[in-house]
């Protein structure tokens, strides 16, 4: 079996939110993606991807700004990593 | 001895405002295409200061003013000192900017690979002084040539180079694809890759990085800084930062404050209501 690799970042910490940002990763080697190459996401939410047999391996944590950082920001905050599990020639 | 720039040349604050929402500012065909020629001719010849690399003593210019440097070059002295040019680093930067280093990006044809998205440098604890990066097309850069892709909104982001690479797509990111001579100025914290380049022909991007002299306040032309777009612009939400919207508002107003040295500036109250009620 290989892994396929989803990470979606949303536009909130809820899995039900947009997507803002997205990228691929495939252990099958049968797609090769890369920074800049698609302008729509494959999802539109996790939930979305959760109903087409993704599974979720990481939910964000959310926490509370440290005192006088308040307003700081920078890595996208609310990632998700989902995973496929796929023969070699990439089936479910 | 500095010379004043007529406002002209300089930026509105429209502009400046657009430069603090987004993160760049271009310019189209700002570069004479004789010059934009010249100046490519000039980049294969290897003359001109060397740019910035560890172990080379020749690559000390590192903070010297902009001012004392391509004195002798036959185009990216006189592009460098184009009134427009000049006046856009004057209006952002202030008299006097410094040379930080500079490098000419040729991509080879057929350059298959993307560079992943990254912030130039290391982690900047500036907290709103700001360097900007030049980077002139002086050649017709199409899609499939690339060029550099830059993530509008993302510069006041706090990330350290390569952090952000595990994704390779964002909503709102933007290929540069312009016609020669175009100039584009950004923030030096805006997230941006190199893009692959499919055509048979090497893609060149010069890239130049300037920082400020002393403070960067109200050094461009202020005649329309009440102008309603100027608020307008700086509201602006990208689609990438979801629920961080208001956060990215607020670090603009901040940026704003310093920028016109007005520490009353505020957008929508965001800023006024924590002052007064922390006091």
């Not at chain 2, 006189?78 to 856009?88: C, E, F, Y």
């Not at chain 2, 044809?109 to 912030?119: G, L, M, N, T």
């Not at chain 2, 893609?203 to 202020?222: E, N, S, Y």
């Not at chain 2, 603009?252 to 924590?274: C, N, Q, S």
């Amino acid at each position: 079996m290989r892994q396929q690799l989803l990470v979606l970042c949303l536009a909130t910490p809820n899995p039900t939110s947009a997507v803002v940002a997205w990228s691929f990763f495939d252990g099958t080697g049968g797609t090769t993606t890369m920074a800049g190459d698609a302008d729509q996401p494959p999802y539109d939410s996790v939930l979305a991807a959760m109903k087409d047999g993704w599974r979720v391996l990481q939910v964000p944590v959310v926490l509370a700004a440290a005192p006088g950082r308040e307003h700081d920001t920078g890595p996208l905050p609310y990632e998700f990593v989902l995973e496929k599990l796929v023969d070699a020639r990439g089936r479910s | 001895m500095d010379v004043v720039t007529p406002a002209r040349d300089l930026l509105t604050s429209r502009q400046m405002a657009a430069f603090v929402a987004h993160g760049f500012l271009r310019f189209d065909e700002l570069v004479p295409p004789d010059m934009a020629a010249a100046a490519l001719a000039e980049l294969a010849s290897g003359a001109g200061p060397a740019p910035w690399k560890e172990g080379e003593p020749q690559a000390n210019n590192a903070g010297r003013p902009l001012a004392a440097l391509w004195t002798d070059s036959p185009a990216i002295g006189p592009i460098l000192r184009l009134p427009r040019v000049a006046g856009i680093i004057r209006s952002l930067l202030g008299p006097g900017a410094l040379y930080d280093h500079h490098y000419a990006h040729v991509i080879a044809p057929h350059q298959a690979w993307s560079q992943p998205w990254h912030a130039d440098a290391v982690l900047d604890p500036r907290p709103l002084a700001f360097d900007i990066q030049l980077m002139f097309f002086f050649h017709d850069t199409p899609r499939e040539m690339g060029g550099t892709m830059i993530l509008p909104g993302s510069h006041l982001r706090r990330v350290n180079e390569l952090e952000i690479s595990r994704l390779q797509n964002f909503r709102g990111q933007l290929p540069t694809v312009c016609p020669a001579g175009t100039l584009i100025a950004i923030h030096h914290g805006i997230w941006h890759c190199g893009q692959p380049n499919r055509t048979d022909r090497p893609r060149t991007m010069f890239k130049l990085r300037l920082g400020p002299a002393g403070r960067q306040v109200r050094c461009w032309d202020l005649a329309d800084l009440g102008h309603p777009d100027v608020v307008r612009t700086l509201r602006h939400e990208h689609p990438f930062t979801g629920s961080q919207a208001r956060l990215e508002l607020v670090k603009r107003i901040k940026l704003w404050r310093y920028l016109t040295d007005d520490a009353t500036f505020d957008v929508d109250y965001w800023l006024g209501r924590m002052t007064e009620k922390l006091v």
